[in-house]
């Protein structure tokens, strides 16, 4: 691993450039792709109609996100070849902890800055380009605002620049987001009853919970987990019958 990283930090821009932009590109295929095969599942319950084909400001948005992203990525390689970011590459037991904090950390971080989005005179500059798509697809989750790209961005890079976090933590976040992103872009649900009747998923987000928010954009403003809507009063009254319900 400590020599695959110095390999990293010795690459050319280009060769960076281009490693950050196939990344990006890949996390949007495979995104798209776990979204299209989870619509295809017969267990699912659906929470939206089905909106059809994704209409074309959505890939053009979605394609500029990819733009931007490999942007960010590249400044995040950059200051870590610098020393401003920094990584433990040697796989412990403190994965599991870096990968906590970090989905804790920004959770709270994401949360504050979608109740921000929100506020009345800031809404119409950005975030209300992504909640034109109330009727969810796979790809409405790279569908945003480039300033929302980049302010998404920039917190990541903040997040890391402050806290020193193992690789693999990194890894396991990108993972999580992604998968919280896509199931929560698709308007349906496909967790058993079972499981969002238990009280981990009292706590953990379900994807009912931000399909919910796309139809009610004042309510449910958490990614991951419902503790700062609880705790802040911003929860959907009807989030938890519905998580719980069998329809």
């Known amino acids: 691993m400590h020599e695959l990283a110095a390999y990293v930090a010795d690459l050319p ?41 994704a209409e074309p400001l959505q890939w053009w948005l979605a394609a500029g996100s990819v733009v931007l992203n490999t942007a960010i990525t590249v400044v995040g390689w950059k200051l870590w070849t610098l020393g401003v970011i920094r990584f433990d590459l040697d796989a412990g037991w403190r994965i599991v902890v870096d990968l906590l904090v970090l989905v804790l950390a920004m959770d709270f971080a994401s949360y504050l800055g979608h109740a921000l989005a929100h506020v009345r005179w800031l809404y119409p500059l950005g975030h209300r380009m992504h909640h034109r798509f109330v009727d969810a697809r796979p790809i409405t989750l790279f569908a945003l605002h480039p300033g929302e790209v980049i302010g998404f961005g920039a917190l990541w890079l903040l997040m890391l620049s402050v806290v020193p976090l193992s690789v693999w933590a990194l890894v396991g976040y990108t993972v999580i987001n992604l998968v919280f992103g896509i199931f929560g872009h698709l308007g349906v649900e496909p967790l058993p009853l079972r499981w969002r009747r238990s009280r981990l998923f009292a706590i953990v987000a379900t994807p009912t919970m931000h399909a919910m928010h796309h139809l009610n954009p004042a309510r449910n403003l958490g990614f991951y987990t419902t503790i700062w809507d609880r705790l802040f009063g911003t929860l959907d009254d009807a989030y938890d019958p519905t998580r719980t319900s069998a329809t």
């Open 13 to 53: 821009l280009w060769a960076a450039v281009l490693i950050c932009l196939a990344e990006n590109t890949l996390i949007l295929v495979v995104g798209v792709a776990l979204g299209t095969a989870v619509l295809r599942l017969k267990t699912v319950v659906r929470l939206l109609p089905d909106p059809g084909r």
